[in-house]
Each structure stands twice: as C-alpha cells, then as structure tokens.
C-alpha cells in the first residue's frame, strides 16, 4: 500500500509539471516574488536623499570675495543711452567731485567659488576668479573669513591654487580620477551662484572631453546647474571626490541652460602639483608647428589612413636639434600612438621637462623613431625672436596658372607686402580661381607655397617638377605648404586626369 501510495503521489507531480497552466502559475510566482526582493534590495540600496553627501562636502567648498582697485569713471556708462540729450547732464553730474577734480579710483568686488584641498590651508579656484585682485577674501561654511594669498596660476587651464593661514586643521576634499567619469554618472556641483551663499545642485555627466578655447582643455560637460559666481568650484562625483572644476557655461543670457563646463581634475591636479612645488608650470614642449592629416593629405602622402600629426614647421628647439623635419607625421610620441594634434599637444604638455622620449614619424613613407630631449613649454613663449637673416638674390619676376593659382616667386617687394621673412623662398599666389579647388579648400591670393610633394619650392619650375613626380608616382593630390601671415598648413589639391 505504502508502495502504491508513493507512486501516485510521484504521477501526480509528473502530471502537475506536465500541465502547461500549472507550470506557468508556478513561474509567474517565482518572477513575482524576485522581483520583490530586487525592489527591496534596490530600495535600501539606494540613498533616499543627497543630503548625507552634501553635508560631508560642503565644509570644505567657499565663498571667495575679491577687491581691486579701479579708475573712476568718466562717464554716464550704464545710466543713460549714449545719445541722450540727458547724457552731457549726467556726465557733468558724475564727474563731478567736491573740489571740481576728476573723480578717485575706487574698489570693486568680484565673487566666486573655491574648495580646500588640504588640511593647512591650499585652496583651488579658477584663474579668471582671482585674476587682478588686489585682496582675497575666503568666506568658510561655518561663516569663518580668512585672506588669502596667490601661489600660483596657470592661464592655459584657468586654475588658481591660494593659501590661507588658519589656526586649526580645515576640512578639505580630496581629488577623483575624472578618466573614471562615464556619461550619466550623478555629479553634484557645489558654489556660490550669483552670490546667494553656498548652493548645491545635482545632475548628470553629460559629455566628456570637450574642448573650448585652450590648448589643455579637457572638460567634463555637465547639466547641473552651473551660474555666474558657480566658477572656481568643485564638481563631486557620488564618492565626494571632486572630479571637475566648474569653469564655464554655455548659455544665451547668462544663466544654466544645463551645458556646463568643468575641467577635468586629471588635468588639474598636475597644474595643481606643480604651482604648489614650483609656483608657477612646467610643461614638456617638443618645440613643433602641427595640423590633423586630413584623408586627402593621408592620400597625397601615400599614407595608409589619415592619422597622426603632421609637422608643418620645427623652429629652433628640442625637435630640431632632435632632426625632426616639417612634412613628418608623428605617428606616436613616448610608446603612445597620436591620433590627432590635440591629443599630442596634452601628452607633451603633460610630459616632464627634460624628459628623453622616442617619437616615431613617418617620412618619404618610411617608419623612423628619433629621440627628443624635450624643453619647457613655458621658456619657449617667453623667448626673443631669433636674428633675422640676409636675404638671397631675389629670382626674376614670372606668373604662372597653376592647379587654380597663379603663382609668382617671391620678391623683396612681394615679402615686404605679405609681411614674410627676409630669408623666406617659395611663391607667392597672386590669384585664386573662385571655382577652383584651391579657392573652396582656402587658399587665398597673399598665400606663400614653400614646399610642394614635401620639397622646397623656390621657382615656378620646382613646383612643375613637384607636379609631374607626383602624378609619376600615381599620386592623386599634390601636397602643398602653404604659409598665412607666418602660419603654416599643409593642403592637399587634386592633380586630376
């Protein structure tokens, strides 16, 4: 019986999970009850508010006040249209002082944000906040004022690093790795907006390595809420790291749009390591002119994809005494492969002086690694000019039409007019077809070509012969440099049938 009993029982489970309906009941229960755990587990997992977070942070964001020492006005700037028959009256009304003299300088005051970085004292704000100030002021949390002063700036990436001395350990904020940051990650910015006192404001990475307007920028973009006064303070990630600093806004009218823009604090802690150590930058610098190689100058070089930077001028410097040469590509600096100028320009930047790297270049379409000694950034742009050089014998005056242009050698005459070198040699463009290649690719009459397929050009007969070696080689392009007011490109025009 017992036997029996069991194998009924064992043929109705065999039965119930052979039952579609019963076996999807069964399923649908399972799916209910783990989606309940998941939403508790989700529920305690995360935070209920941001608050937690804010008040760890916030004793270490301030308030940051300057002073500077203006000229009076002399005019009714701001009070009535220029025009008015009102104006000369409140000229007259402003200028005027007790003793009939021009009106005194007086102070203006600016505000922004900052954040502490250390325990003694070291604060970070923007460049553009303190910049001209003649009196800092740092405006705590807890209400505490302390004078500050200027350790060091850097313009390029507008960062400031100021000291205050206080007679207690201050709350402070340590650096995160802003690599790490990916788009849609929670940020919290924290400041002083329009000078309302310390506000906070939550949103998300939007975007990350924008580029404004400098040669080191590296911007996390953000939309949370980024206003005048906002500038110089710190973008938290949700670990309270600080990961940006916020800088600028993008917006029509003044105020958050939500496209801000903070520096990315890979960048700045380096600027911030060195001003703290030297009071000043130290940047690498390999001493070159550069531009993207374009797909059609990738073509006219015989170059496999359009990658690397192309050099398009080597002044006296470290790449010159290296034997870097203008037409070469750089194709990877110090075991890094360059994708474009503007990851170069950031990695030499970042590079320590006096550091010896390889560059590898591509040159008459072979692989050549050179070692560079790199100098200081920072010396070259405070160098002197170089001598200037005698002239050669001018070439006779000759106009030829060339690939849309007409080209003449240069003239003493011509140089003087384009404002070039005595010592420069090419041909000067006298004239643009306007429905030429040339024209839509920018060359303009007052250009100077020097080089043509990479060789100097000194006659309109070098540059027939640039012309026919290219088409001997099955090019498709010409690869020109061309020279703007000094400034060097390379362009690339089609050679045709």
């Known amino acids: 019986m017992h ?76 009070i009535v249209p220029e025009g008015s ?34 325990e003694d004292g070291y604060v970070v704000t923007n460049n553009h906040v303190i910049e001209g100030a003649d009196e800092i002021t740092i405006e705590f949390f807890s209400g505490a004022e302390l004078k500050a002063t200027v350790i060091g700036t850097d313009p390029n990436t507008d960062i400031a690093l100021l000291k205050v001395e206080a007679d207690f350990p201050l709350p402070f904020v340590k650096f995160g790795d802003s690599d790490a940051a990916r788009v849609g990650d929670w940020v919290i910015a924290m400041g002083n907006p329009l000078g309302q006192g310390f506000s906070v404001s939550a949103g998300i990475v939007s975007a990350r390595n924008r580029a404004l307007s400098g040669t080191y920028d590296d911007y996390i973009q953000t939309d949370a809420a980024i206003n005048r006064g906002n500038s110089g303070g710190p973008l938290f990630n949700m670990d309270g790291d600080v990961i940006g600093v916020n800088t600028a806004i ?36 390999l001493g070159v002119r550069i531009q993207d190689v374009t797909q059609d100058v990738a073509d006219a070089m015989g170059l496999a994809k359009a990658t690397g930077a192309l050099i398009t001028d080597v002044p006296d410097g470290p790449a010159k005494e290296a034997g870097l040469v203008t037409g070469d590509v750089i194709m990877s600096f110090d075991g890094v492969v ?57 070439a006779a005056p000759e106009v030829k039409s060339l690939l849309g242009l007409s080209v003449t050698p240069l003239t003493d005459e011509l140089r003087e007019t384009l404002g070039a070198d005595e010592a420069m040699m090419g041909l000067a463009v006298t004239e643009v077809e306007e429905a030429s ?18 060789q100097k050009v000194e006659s309109i007969a070098a540059l027939e012969d640039g012309i026919a070696a290219a088409k001997d080689a099955g090019r498709k392009s010409l690869l020109l440099l061309v020279r703007r007011a000094g400034d060097p490109r390379f362009v690339a025009l089609s050679l045709g049938d």
């Open 3 to 78: 036997s029996q009993a069991k194998h009924a029982q064992s043929a109705v489970q065999t039965r119930t999970f052979d039952n579609p309906l019963v076996l999807k009941a069964l399923l649908l229960s399972v799916l209910t009850a783990a989606f309940v755990i998941v939403q508790s587990v989700m529920a305690v997992a995360k935070p209920e508010s941001l608050a937690p977070l804010a008040e760890q942070i916030s004793p270490s964001v301030v308030n940051i006040t300057t002073s500077t020492v203006v000229e009076g006005r002399t005019g009714p700037r701001g």
């Open 85 to 118: 028959p009102f104006e000369d009256f409140f000229r007259e009304f402003r200028d005027r002082t007790d003793d009939g003299e021009a009106p005194a300088p007086r102070r203006s005051s600016a505000l922004g944000s900052g954040f502490v970085i250390s």
């Open 250 to 285: 993008l917006s029509p009218n003044g105020g958050s749009i939500g496209i801000g823009f903070s520096m990315a604090s890979n960048v700045v802690t380096r600027v911030v390591d060195q001003l703290q150590e030297f009071g000043e930058t130290r940047r690498g610098w």
């Open 338 to 394: 360059v994708e474009d100028t503007r990851g170069l320009v950031r990695q030499v930047g970042n590079s320590p002086v006096g550091a010896s790297v390889r560059v590898t270049v591509m040159r008459d379409g072979k692989s050549q690694t050179i070692k560079v000694v790199l100098g200081r950034r920072e010396d070259a742009d405070s160098a002197t000019p170089a001598a200037e050089i005698e002239p050669e014998e001018e």
């Open 437 to 454: 290649e040339a024209y839509e690719k920018g060359l303009r009459a007052g250009d100077i070509i020097t080089e043509a397929n990479q």
